[in-house]
């Protein structure tokens, strides 16, 4: 079986530097390009070799003509990409934080309409997807409930999109209870509010990805919480969503649904 031909879209970030050198160790995957913000010499040295590196994404997909691409840039650029992508028959694996409700909407028509698979995953660690399901198998024994999450001071968007997604799948089952102070001396102290389901964000020099769900009850709280101590932990997620997406087409969002939990 020939090797599933892979561009990485925002190869040279943090992620994208995982990713290149996570494809480069699977037998049945072949890094063929690598799209960039900045031009960087047109070359990308890899464990496997030198492949073409550009900051044009439509050049690369021509000249490459790649099976599948990773993105993991923003979800402007992203939704950009999945279009240019999408219309060359490329299927799609997004770790874009920021991407709703309306880019999956359009991603959802993008893989009708070209015949390509798209996997769109919030978080890529298999221990963040085992917190999801173990709070949503929680929430209904509690009525209020807080998330708290912390990233690196780097990061660009609030809350992260995992703890997002895990706020919304925890509003979808009740409306939870939201103390409502008589006083706010801070305005927005309390955070977001999804349903009742209060969402802090942490932003600190230090901190990697760290998701911790609080429920409260009379005399009683029950903590679920997952750390990243590194990026190697979201490469087995990403390589398993390569394969799927290269296998079936359509629109696939969490990689709970691919993993089956």
Do not use: W
């Not at 999408?86 to 299927?91: F, L, W």
């Not at 999956?104 to 978080?123: C, E, K, Y």
């Amino acid at each position: 079986m020939a090797a599933i031909r892979v561009v990485i879209h925002g190869a040279t970030g943090k992620m994208g530097v995982e990713t290149v050198a996570a494809v480069c160790r699977e037998s049945d995957m072949e890094l063929v390009g690598a799209v960039c913000r900045t031009d960087r010499g047109g070359v990308l040295s890899t464990p496997s070799g030198d492949v073409p590196l550009s900051t044009d994404l439509s050049q690369i997909l021509d000249d490459t003509r790649p099976d599948a691409m990773v993105d993991f840039t923003n979800s402007g650029v992203c939704m950009e990409a999945s279009h240019i992508a999408a219309a060359r028959k490329v299927n799609l694996v997004l770790g874009s934080s920021g991407l709703n409700a309306d880019h999956h909407a359009q991603l959802d028509a993008l893989a009708n309409d070209n015949g390509v698979g798209i996997i769109v995953a919030p978080n890529f660690a298999l221990g963040a997807i085992v917190l999801k399901k173990l709070a949503e198998q929680a929430a209904p024994f509690f009525d209020y409930v807080d998330i708290v999450e912390s990233h690196h001071e780097m990061k660009i968007d609030a809350p992260s999109g995992f703890s997002l997604a895990l706020a919304n799948s925890l509003a979808e089952q009740k409306q939870f209870s939201r103390n409502v102070t008589e006083k706010e001396n801070l305005p927005e102290t309390r955070g977001g509010n999804v349903n009742g389901v209060t969402v802090h964000s942490v932003r600190l020099p230090g901190r990697s990805a760290h998701h911790e769900v609080v429920f409260g009850a009379a005399g009683q709280t029950v903590t679920l919480r997952h750390d990243t101590l590194g990026r190697d932990c979201y490469m087995p997620g990403v390589v398993r969503c390569i394969r799927e997406a290269n296998a079936r087409p359509g629109l696939v969002v969490g990689l709970e649904k691919v993993l089956g939990l």
